[in-house]
């Protein structure tokens, strides 16, 4: 079994970071988790079905049209929703998944265990790893 620190440097490991519930209003936690990646030199990708564009980055709009390469997602969104986004990542070959301190729930921990993912969902947040500056 892997520490969490072993889990958060597997995840950071990727070569691009999806951002699930990524949001145009900056005081947004999808806005910040994005522009920390920004701060940190990371490709990001954010996902919003609606918005076509996010701190100057291209949206996809959903987890299906990432990029083969995201294989760590960020998810910023009400455990309902996170649930469905499991099972979209699953499907997808996301090997990574960091449930942002709120976005958690028992059925996708679960789920994510079950499937055999690297889940970071201990209360953890990328904003304190990476550092996140306003």
Known sequence: METIGEQIETFLAAPSFGVIGASI???????????????NQRNVIPVNPVEKEIEGVVCVVSVD????????ISVITPPKITEQVVEQAIAKGIRNIWMQPGAESPAAVAACQTAGLNVIADGSCVLVVLGYHE
């Open 65 to 72: 049209a990432l990029p083969a390469e995201t294989v760590s």
């Open 25 to 39: 209003k900056r005081e947004k936690y999808g806005n910040k988790v994005l522009r920390c990646y920004q701060q």
